[in-house]
């Protein structure tokens, strides 16, 4: 996952909402116990929903950027528009690499993200039809002194019962001994809808040290950038395939043509902090590359535009 990503998925982990600027805003909500079906009941569970619209209460994810990263809400806002272009759009949905996807106006969480907020999974219980012993133990009661009476009609009252004594006999009845139904072994495993096992995932999501790496090495490349121009005195934009710190790896990437446009087109320039930068198009022209970004987006989401 992606620095954007992995902010999203622990705000969610924490139960916590995180505004996304030109998507909308998710949170996480507690849905309480229902039932299925007139027998069967559903566990109570967390799930994730999503508005269209930003929630004042809660946290804009560009400044988180800004925070973790330690740049501008400018540099933050840019980093986020590259994640954002790169992730969807309205007409077709977002996809949020290990969190889920936004759809039609509803989101659907990953199997990682599931796991976290519902680590006991989906559970159903059974509810068994209500035994009424009234309807039952009433007519037989009912029916044992009716026969009683018309034993006693038929054959007279006992001698021993004439003077008025009850012969009472003791009888011993010996103790039930009382056994220990074993407990179910405790598993650290949750069960699929597929039979298969996987393990519960740590909900510990602090990896605000990736986070703040990755954002600091695009913040220093933000505020090192210069305004250099060309000889016609226009600024020039690459379309970046990669920055790479050794000229063998880069060599290696063009070698493999990853776009499948010809190793040719790939042409090496130097970077900041003595790297190397693949670009495979550049012009004056920012729309034009553009344009080429989004021809070669399908084979490849990960190009970025890089200006002198």
Same mark, same amino acid.
């Given at each position: 996952?992606?620095?954007?990503?992995?902010?999203?998925?622990?705000?969610?982990?924490?139960?916590?909402? !995180?505004?996304?600027?030109?998507?909308?805003?998710?949170?996480?909500?507690?849905?309480?116990?229902?039932?299925?079906?007139?027998?069967?009941?559903?566990?109570?569970?967390?799930?994730?929903?999503?508005?269209?619209?930003?929630?004042?209460?809660?946290? /804009?994810?560009?400044?988180?950027?800004?925070?973790?990263?330690?740049?501008?809400?400018? @540099?933050?806002?840019?980093?986020?528009?590259?994640?954002?272009?790169?992730?969807? #759009?309205?007409?077709?949905?977002? @996809?949020?690499?290990?969190?889920?996807?936004?759809?039609?106006?509803?989101?659907?969480?990953? $199997?990682?993200?599931?796991?976290?907020?519902?680590?006991?999974?989906? $559970?159903?219980?059974?509810?068994?039809?209500?035994?009424?012993?009234?309807?039952?133990?009433?007519?037989?009661?009912?029916?044992?002194?009716?026969?009683?009476?018309?034993?006693?009609?038929? #054959?007279?009252?006992?001698?021993?019962?004439?003077?008025?004594?009850?012969?009472?006999?003791?009888?011993?009845?010996?103790?039930?001994?009382?056994?220990?139904?074993?407990?179910?072994? @405790?598993?650290?495993?949750?069960?699929?809808?597929?039979?298969?096992?996987?393990?519960? !995932?740590?909900?510990?999501?602090?990896?605000?040290?990736?986070?703040?790496?990755?954002?600091?090495?695009?913040?220093?490349?933000?505020?090192? $950038? /210069?305004?250099?121009?060309?000889?016609?005195?226009?600024?020039?934009?690459?379309?970046?395939?990669?920055?790479?710190?050794?000229?063998?790896?880069? @060599?290696?990437?063009?070698?493999?043509?990853?776009?499948?446009?010809?190793?040719?087109?790939?042409?090496?320039?130097?970077?900041?902090?003595?790297?190397?930068?693949?670009?495979?198009?550049?012009?004056?022209?920012?729309n034009a590359v553009v344009a080429r970004k989004r021809e070669l987006t399908p084979v490849d989401p990960d190009l970025w535009i890089y200006s002198e």
């Amino acid at each position: 996952m992606k620095p954007i990503e992995r902010i999203i998925f622990g705000k969610l982990a924490l139960h916590e909402g !995180i505004n996304l600027p030109g998507i909308g805003s998710l949170r996480v909500e507690r849905v309480a116990a229902r039932f299925v079906t007139t027998r069967r009941l559903e566990s109570p569970r967390n799930k994730v929903s999503f508005s269209n619209k930003e929630n004042e209460c809660f946290e /804009t994810i560009t400044d988180i950027v800004a925070e973790i990263g330690g740049m501008g809400k400018a @540099d933050a806002a840019e980093y986020y528009n590259q994640w954002l272009e790169n992730s969807g #759009n309205a007409r077709d949905g977002w @996809d949020i690499e290990g969190v889920g996807r936004i759809r039609n106006g509803f989101f659907s969480p990953s $199997q990682e993200l599931e796991h976290t907020l519902n680590p006991s999974g989906r $559970q159903t219980l059974f509810i068994r039809k209500r035994f009424r012993a009234g309807r039952v133990f009433v007519p037989i009661f009912f029916l044992c002194i009716c026969a009683a009476a018309a034993w006693l009609l038929l #054959n007279g009252v006992p001698e021993k019962w004439k003077c008025g004594k009850i012969v009472r006999q003791e009888i011993s009845v010996a103790p039930i001994p009382s056994v220990a139904a074993p407990l179910p072994a @405790d598993s650290t495993a949750i069960e699929t809808e597929s039979g298969d096992t996987v393990s519960p !995932i740590d909900r510990s999501v602090s990896a605000e040290a990736v986070i703040q790496k990755e954002l600091e090495e695009f913040a220093a490349t933000m505020n090192s $950038q /210069t305004s250099s121009v060309d000889a016609g005195g226009a600024t020039v934009y690459y379309l970046s395939a990669g920055v790479f710190s050794t000229v063998a790896n880069a @060599d290696k990437m063009i070698a493999s043509d990853p776009l499948r446009i010809g190793s040719d087109r790939y042409v090496k320039y130097p970077f900041k902090g003595g790297k190397i930068l693949v670009s495979v198009f550049s012009s004056t022209d920012r729309n034009a590359v553009v344009a080429r970004k989004r021809e070669l987006t399908p084979v490849d989401p990960d190009l970025w535009i890089y200006s002198e």
